[in-house]
């Protein structure tokens, strides 16, 4: 019995995106949330993500999500039409990221009281939602190889 490719089974690389990419890329955000405190609390998540580090580690995840659906070829207009969906989502997460982290940066360097919930919140949101578009993308870019 053969293994699959992951061409046959895009929730392969997905996972291992998943896994290693994520993982790895968020280790940093959860060890200093590990080390704040035991359990998932608001004022723990306000304390690790209050000053929008989860906007970087989102246009990095979906940045190396588009390169992985730009280089191949999509056979069939649905699958092209998913493909343009996809990555024109994570050029947005992109843009909405890097426009939210220099606005952070420039009231930190301001040294301006801000309020480090709603940067948690919303960075959190827009964190989540660059999972979802970023999942469009690597399983269109293991279709497409």
Do not use: H
Request: one cysteine or more; glycine letters at 10%; hydrophobic letters at 55%.
């Amino acid at each position: 019995m053969s293994k699959p490719s992951p061409k046959q089974v895009p929730a392969v690389a997905v996972t291992k995106w998943l896994f290693f990419a994520v993982l790895v890329s968020t280790a940093p955000l959860l060890a200093r949330w590990w080390n704040a405190g035991a359990g998932f609390t608001w004022g723990i998540l306000k304390q690790v993500g209050g000053r929008g580090e989860l906007y970087l580690v989102a246009a990095a995840l979906t940045g190396e999500a588009i390169g992985e659906a730009m280089f191949g070829k999509a056979a069939g207009w649905l699958i092209r039409i998913f493909k343009i969906i996809s990555i024109g989502s994570c050029l947005v997460i992109v843009y909405l990221s890097a426009s939210a982290y220099q606005r952070i940066a420039d009231l930190l360097d301001a040294r301006v009281c801000y309020g480090t919930a709603e940067i948690a919140l919303q960075s959190l949101i827009l964190f989540i939602l660059a999972l979802i578009a970023a999942c469009g993308c690597i399983s269109i870019g293991c279709n497409a190889k």
